[in-house]
């Protein structure tokens, strides 16, 4: 060889090499390798690009078409040998891209290419193939899908705008939300949805922590295409390059009106009345405590209204609950006439209703309003055709003249509201000092009445009962006494109308029960057959136990019971006479004697009277007061004496103070008498002494 030729060679190996290298580098560069099938020889070359894609080094293992195959995803290994076998039985080349499992067990993706070569016949000898990795691509392109199909379907609206708030994509649920499609978004800014509501310091706040923090959340209210508000609870997130760049902001927002009304829903049962609307206890009190701080501080005034309707228990009772809430709506509406647009009316419940006033300045703003109301009760509510009359009964407070507090305030309007109910109703009152006074004189004897029984606090007088015809004392009324060590000596009118609310009537009528008959046993036993007179209230007699129990005390003490005279006033038998009939009745059929107290004040009709097992009856001594000088008062009294007689029933007329009513009673046919005249109510030991005077 000469030395040029071999130069040559030396020369073109060199280059060779440099070629074989270079693409080596550019396969390893691209992540191409190439292979090399000699179908007849059956010799397959991989490129050292290969062997790194599979996970090897180059040529760590000499190449073949089994052990390609292992190298193959399990599910991909038909689609390769299928592919391969029909290019070369189709002559022709093809493109697949498969999974791979690498040396270390990882999973990639390749693209293959493959062409053949033919010889004359046209025959397969060789397969060349290029094996691209393209597992970065492909799981690149996997999340973008993964991430489309999560915009796309996500419940949440999504908005990406550009740097300049300019929107460059929404999805469905957006659209859905807003009622714009994608294409009428696009180039716009999110002002586009703006509904007016929130105020520049909303946004800027909103923008401020956008650009420092990054991200905002909050609720806005925007505006959907149909014009309809909506509330959406949103994410607004700040998107920066690598480079730190602002390229992006988005933002997911999620449609909260259903929620948000049904919140509402929730707060309205929990703060407004659900019949009339308005707004109801808790809120009310919620109303005041709130206000409260802002009145003393501004050194002014409130005034709370508390309010009853007058006849409401009767609508109710006689037209029913329908009718009566329909009432409790008009009366609304007419209260609500009838104030400021400033204040405000609560209902607290049944027929109570309050109202606020606030920046009052002097007390005559109050009763203007107060007067409003009363004079829009005037006229009768027409409610389907039924006129209906009502009135209202108000109590004022006024902050902070009668309380620092919310319970305070309406404790007053309330005491005041009772005060007007028991003198008369349909008018209005402030409350005074003097109602607390009372009140807590209430209060306390409603606490010390508990204990009075077992303290032994209790004692009775009598009163005799005189027969002006006889000129004797036939009988005693027996008048409960009571005397606290600290309230001293307090009258049953203070403390009888209260132990009936409370029900302690129930225990004290049966101490006195008994303790009158012990007395009258004491007397009798001595030769004095008097007939003793016990009051009985209604509260009692309507107690299921009391005839039972009234007979067992007559019993063990061994009465004579026609000495027993059961004294019911006449209010109580009228105010509920169906039931009381039945009671008199029976009281009647086992041998008491009854009598009507306080006659001519509780408007008996005749026919009742008639039906009423009582033998006598007892002419109220408001009567008897001006009978000298009173026409009328006398001529009352001459009626109710005619009228007993006609029924065949006895007359007795209390409150009997001087010779002149004694004398005036006589002459109009009253022969027994009680009263002062004879003797004020005494203990027994001195009554004892006066029947012996007598
Ligand atoms: P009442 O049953 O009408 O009793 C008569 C009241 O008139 C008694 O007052 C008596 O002291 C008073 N009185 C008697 N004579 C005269 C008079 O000439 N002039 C005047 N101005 N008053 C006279 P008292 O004892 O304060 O009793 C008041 C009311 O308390 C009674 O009225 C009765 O309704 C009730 N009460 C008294 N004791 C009892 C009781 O044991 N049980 C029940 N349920 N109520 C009682
Ligand atoms: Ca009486
Ligand atoms: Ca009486």
């Known amino acids: 060889m000469s030395s040029s030729f071999e130069n040559e060679l030396i020369e073109e190996r060199k280059q060779l090499k440099k070629l074989k290298f270079g693409l080596n580098k550019a396969q390893e560069l691209a992540h191409i390798g190439h292979w090399e099938l000699d179908i007849s020889s059956g010799e ?24 390609f195959l292992k190298h193959i995803h399990p599910d991909d290994i038909e689609l390769v040998n299928k592919s391969y076998m029909d290019s070369v039985n189709e002559k022709r080349g093809y493109h697949i891209t498969h999974r791979i499992i690498r040396k270390d067990s990882k999973m990639g993706f390749v693209e293959e290419r493959c062409e053949h070569e033919f010889d004359a016949d046209g025959n397969v ?34 908005v990406i705008t550009d740097s300049s708030q300019k929107i460059i994509k929404v999805n469905k649920a957006f659209s859905k939300i807003s009622g714009y499609s994608a294409e009428e978004l696009y180039g716009q800014t999110p002002k586009a949805l703006s509904s007016g509501w929130h105020n520049h310091e909303f946004y800027g706040s909103m923008w401020a922590s956008i650009m420092t923090h990054g991200y905002w959340n909050g609720e806005i209210i925007d505006r959907k295409k149909n014009g309809e508000l909506y509330t959406a609870e949103i994410n607004i997130i700040a998107l920066h390059n690598d ?15 259903k929620k948000k009304e049904q919140e509402d829903l929730i707060h309205n049962l929990a703060y407004f009345d ?20 802002f009145i003393k501080r501004n050194k002014k005034k409130m005034a709370l209204l508390f309010i009853d309707m007058d006849n409401f228990k009767n609508v109710n009772d006689t037209l029913g609950h329908v009718m009566g809430d329909k009432f409790l709506v008009e009366v609304s509406k007419i209260i609500k006439k009838a104030i400021r647009e400033q204040d405000t009316l609560s209902r607290l419940g049944g027929d109570e209703f309050t109202v606020i006033i606030e920046d009052i300045d002097t007390v005559m703003d109050v009763v203007s309003i107060a007067e409003n109301i009363i004079n829009a009760f005037r006229q009768p509510l027409i409610i389907e055709a039924n006129k209906l009359y009502t009135g209202v ?12 507090s919310y319970e305070e305030l309406v404790k007053a309007a309330d005491t005041a509201m009772y005060q007007v109910k028991a003198s008369g109703k349909n008018s209005f009152q402030f409350y005074t000092q003097s109602m607390n006074e009372k009140l807590t004189e209430r209060i306390d004897i409603e606490n010390h009445l508990r204990s009075a029984i077992e303290n032994n606090e209790f004692f009775l007088v009598y009163q005799p009962k005189v027969n002006l015809d006889t000129k004797s004392v036939y009988g005693m009324e027996a008048l409960i006494r009571w005397k606290h060590p600290e309230l001293g000596l307090v009258r049953p009118d203070k403390f009888i109308n209260i132990s009936e609310e409370t029900g302690q009537i129930y225990e004290i009528g049966l101490w006195v029960a008994k ?7 004491a007397l009798h ?14 509260k009692q007699l309507e107690n299921e136990n009391f005839i039972r129990d009234i007979c067992r005390e007559v019993g063990e003490i061994g009465v004579d019971i026609q000495y027993i005279e059961l004294e019911i006033t006449e209010s109580h038998i009228m105010s509920n006479i169906d039931k009381t009939l039945s009671i008199l009745n029976e009281l009647h059929f086992i041998g008491f004697l009854l009598s009507i107290d306080d006659f001519g004040t509780g408007y008996s009709s005749l026919s009742y009277l008639k039906k009423l097992p009582v033998q006598t009856i007892k002419i109220d001594r408001s009567f008897v007061l001006d009978i000298e000088t009173d ?46 005249f004879f003797s004020k109510p005494i203990e027994i030991d001195t009554f004892k002494e006066f029947i012996y005077n007598f």
Not at 60 to 65: K, N, Q, R
Not at 131 to 155: G, P, R, W, Y
Not at 276 to 285: D, K
Request: overall charge negative; proline content about 2%; hydrophobic content about 40%.
């Open 125 to 158: 000898i060789r397969s060349i193939g290029t094996v691209h990795d393209i597992t970065k691509q492909k799981i690149a392109q996997n999340e973008v899908m993964l991430a489309s199909e999560v915009f796309s379907k996500m419940s949440d609206g999504i």
């Open 393 to 404: 009964s108000m109590g004022i407070s006024i902050y902070p003249d009668d309380g620092q």
């Open 44 to 67: 397959l070359f991989w490129s050292d690009e290969v062997y790194r894609i599979f996970g090897y080094a180059p040529q760590e293992f000499a190449a073949t078409y089994e052990l």
């Open 525 to 538: 036993e001595t030769g004095n057959m008097l007939t003793v007179s016990i009051n009985v209230s209604s």
């Open 631 to 676: 026409e009328d008062d006398r001529s009352i009294v001459a009626t109710i004496i005619a009228m007993a007689r006609a029924l065949g029933k006895d007359v007795i007329a209390e409150g009997s103070e001087t010779q002149g009513h004694v004398n005036t009673l006589k002459l109009l046919n009253c022969n027994k008498i009680q009263g002062y």
């Open 515 to 521: 303790q009158a008959l012990l007395d009258t046993k």
């Open 274 to 293: 659900s019949l009339t609307t308005l707004p109801n206890r808790v809120l009310f009190q919620e109303r005041v405590v709130s206000r409260i701080p």
């Open 243 to 257: 480079e730190g760049i602002l390229t992006n902001f988005i933002s997911i927002a999620n449609d909260v009106t």
